[in-house]
């Protein structure tokens, strides 16, 4: 069993998974593991780079432009890059109205839904390089607006997390 | 969509002319941008000609495109419900032949500053044909 976008918890206290399973039809527990090979992985401090973000086309039902600009810590910006981009709840599981489309810097790059986690950007093969402390913009183009009632209170406000990989294997966010 | 000239050979280009009216002014300082169908997908954020025409004025323009929508800067204030014209002289057309619906094109306005939209079009409400880009045995 494979549970994506899962958000981690903030603190570094390692415990473990309790998975446990209830039948429906008497709802009994049937098998609750014995926490000896379920440990959450340890994980690595929380790079901070510096990161802001401009909205255009703030309509909803609307195509909105996002971008971000980032001054990256610790990474170098190549093709080996790869920016997640998770997005709240209140914009599209789907979060484009037509395609993706994304730029960094300015030039036309590669970007698609992540077909397992929904609401989650993938921007990759960047054509542009940018050492790290110089700061870059990264450009997410079309995505389909949400409603404004969905925005307005009805749903608590979120953030848009941006996740910097230094490449396909990397396990942490630099 | 009032008119198209010169065979509509896909990977290509054509002389475009949209006709349009908006319910507001369109003030000085917006952006007008015109967000074509999917299939035009040779446009490259290449910027093209753009033709302005509304009363006894005509300013032409460059613009701004990225991917499939162009952006053309409003230089002097169009009145509400002003027949106005939107002329591409070099349209690139969709690489591969294809049938375009044109009617899902969606043009919209915004302030100089872009955080919101000031008029936008339905897709309903455009009437616009369908066109069908042919291949050219001239290309190898």
Redesign the interface.
């Known amino acids: 069993m494979v549970i994506s976008g899962i958000c981690t918890p903030a603190s570094q206290q390692n415990g473990a998974f309790n998975m446990i399973y209830r039948r429906i039809y008497d709802r009994t527990y049937t098998i609750v593991n014995n926490y000896a090979n379920a440990i959450f992985p340890t994980f690595q401090n929380l790079v901070v780079s510096n990161i802001s973000m401009v909205s255009y086309f703030n309509t909803e039902g609307y195509k909105q432009d996002l971008v971000f600009t980032l001054t990256n810590t610790n990474v170098n910006v190549d093709y080996n890059v790869i920016w997640i981009i998770n997005f709240p709840s209140y914009y599209s599981p789907d979060l484009f109205q037509v395609d993706p489309y994304c730029m960094v810097n300015g030039a036309s790059t590669n970007c698609q839904v992540d077909p397992n986690t929904p609401y989650q950007l993938v921007v990759s093969n960047s054509p542009v390089t940018a050492t790290a402390g110089t700061a870059y913009t990264v450009s997410v183009l079309g995505l389909s607006g949400p409603r404004g009632i969905y925005t307005n209170n009805a749903y608590s406000q979120r953030y848009i997390f941006v996740g910097v990989l230094q490449n396909s294997t990397s396990t942490a966010y630099s | 969509m009032i008119g198209v000239s010169g065979t509509l050979y896909s990977f290509s280009s054509i002389y475009a002319q949209f006709q349009m009216v908006c319910s507001v002014d369109i003030t000085s300082g917006s952006y007008l941008y015109i ?1 074509l169908p ?1 299939e035009f997908n040779n446009l490259n ?1 290449v910027p093209i000609n753009a033709i302005l025409i509304f009363g006894s004025s005509t300013i032409s323009s460059n613009t701004i495109v ?2 499939r ?1 162009i952006q053309i800067t409003i230089t002097s204030t169009i009145s509400a419900n002003t027949v106005f014209q939107v002329q591409f002289p070099n349209l690139p057309t969709p690489l591969s032949p294809c049938t375009t619906e044109m009617s899902k094109m969606v043009v ?1 306005v ?1 302030p100089s500053n ?4 000031t008029a ?1 079009s339905s897709v309903q409400g455009n009437s616009a044909p369908k066109l069908t880009f042919i291949s050219n045995n001239l290309y190898i």
């Open positions: 967000d999917v954020n990225t991917n929508k919209t915004t872009k955080l919101s939209i936008a």
